[in-house]
């Protein structure tokens, strides 16, 4: 199994809902990464967050980190189909590498 | 303002030849990692490096080496390709590690037949 777990794999939703999409570490979190990846193409960043109790947000996506849970979740609300594509969680591990979840694979229907 | 860049961005080996991939960042950044990614893996780590002249293994290192003998470059060599090796492979860098964001290439796509 992988150090973070993310879920859910995949999801679809109409335009204008809102979802939420989890990241949990299986080892201490030391700072945890949101990026959107779009099919076929390279990683963008997010958001990072380094606090537990950390939240920020940018536009119309929101990340927290609940550092005792050594979870983050990340939340779209209003999706547009410009939200579509892959959303990874990445991790700082101890030793300075950093190491990504599986993706959660967001299709937004018209 | 280039970022990172990746070469080349496709290309096709028969199992058993070689190939180095080259990564270039522009932007003095000290940390610089390989990844591959799969279908259903995410991305994993093939090898990572702290600064020029050190390199360092990461989840997936077998079959694969490296070398950062300038700060801006990062090779990954595959010495004796496999059709396991078949993959999208990502190069970031970062400024110091941890607590800075990386930037990501656009990827390479390489196959192995």
């Known amino acids: 199994s992988q150090e973070l777990e993310q879920s859910p794999q995949s999801l679809i939703v109409q335009e204008g809902k809102n979802l939420t999409i989890n990241c949990t570490s299986s080892?201490?979190?030391?700072?945890l990464y949101w990026y959107k990846q779009k099919y076929g193409e390279g990683l963008i960043f997010l958001m990072m967050?380094?606090?537990?109790?950390e939240e920020k947000s940018h536009e119309k996506i929101t990340a927290k980190l609940d550092e005792k849970k050594q979870q983050s979740s990340l939340h779209i609300t209003a999706s547009q189909p410009s939200h579509a594509g892959i959303y990874l969680c990445g991790a700082d591990r101890y030793n300075n590498d950093m190491r990504f979840g599986a993706g959660t694979r967001l299709t937004v229907k018209p | 303002n280039a970022g990172v860049t990746q070469t080349p961005k496709f290309r096709v080996l028969k199992t058993g030849q070689s190939m180095t991939l080259l990564c270039a960042q522009d932007m003095n950044h000290e940390y610089m990692y390989w990844y591959r990614q799969d279908p259903g893996m995410g991305l994993r780590l093939i090898h990572y490096s702290v600064g020029e002249g050190t390199t360092a293994k990461g989840e997936v290192p077998d079959g694969y080496n490296v070398s950062r003998l300038k700060k801006q470059n990062f090779l990954l060599g595959l010495e004796s390709a496999a059709p396991s090796q078949t993959s999208v492979y990502f190069c970031a860098s970062s400024y110091r590690g941890r607590g800075t964001e990386a930037f990501f290439g656009q990827g390479t796509r390489l196959t192995v037949v």
């Open positions: 080892k201490t979190l030391y700072g």
């Open positions: 967050l380094q606090k537990g109790g």
